[in-house]
């Protein structure tokens, strides 16, 4: 077995290269990962894509990159009560891809076990899976890039949108203790 496991949490993201796909735990701002997310920001990657349920607030968690323009792109499922975020979108500077909580979980669980994609029922009818949703504006107003239909299927009587599994180059968490798998914890022991 080799031993993955480091000392600190700049060691822990010194391999992340410009333009990685992060994959970031948490939930609004609790359980965020904010020592790795620091780390990162000192150490300089940008141009990255973040996968997470949000782009943290303006000038913390994730909204310290996003502040300095080291994300590029990122798929969230709630994007509200971040002005910079609202403003980057708006003006171009960064695209978004919309995605409903539950498949975003989904998503990553399945990228991890092997899945390619998979059928849900969350976004039929919507947007979502027909299509339409901005992902970059053009910093005129316009929509320069717009979310493709997805394929829909019936199963029974229902219909199901095919979504895409996501298999991110890293993953940041905040974790007390782990299966020894980790990088590194930021929460002291009790």
Known sequence: MIDKVVG???????DIADGASLAVGGFGLCGIPVALIDALHGQGATDLETVSNNCGVDDWGLGRLLAD?????????????????????????????LTPQGTLAEKLRAGGAGIPAFYTSAGVGTQVSEGGLPQKYDGGGGVLQASEPKEVRVFGTAEYVLEESLTPDFALVHA??????????SMPRP
Do not use: M, P
């Open 176 to 185: 007390w203790k782990g299966t020894g798998t980790e990088t590194f914890s």
């Open 8 to 14: 600190t949490a700049a060691e822990a993201v010194a």
């Open 69 to 97: 323009h080291r994300i590029r792109r990122t798929v969230s499922s709630y994007v509200g009560e971040n002005k910079e975020f609202a403003r980057q979108f708006l003006a171009g500077e960064l695209e978004v891809i």
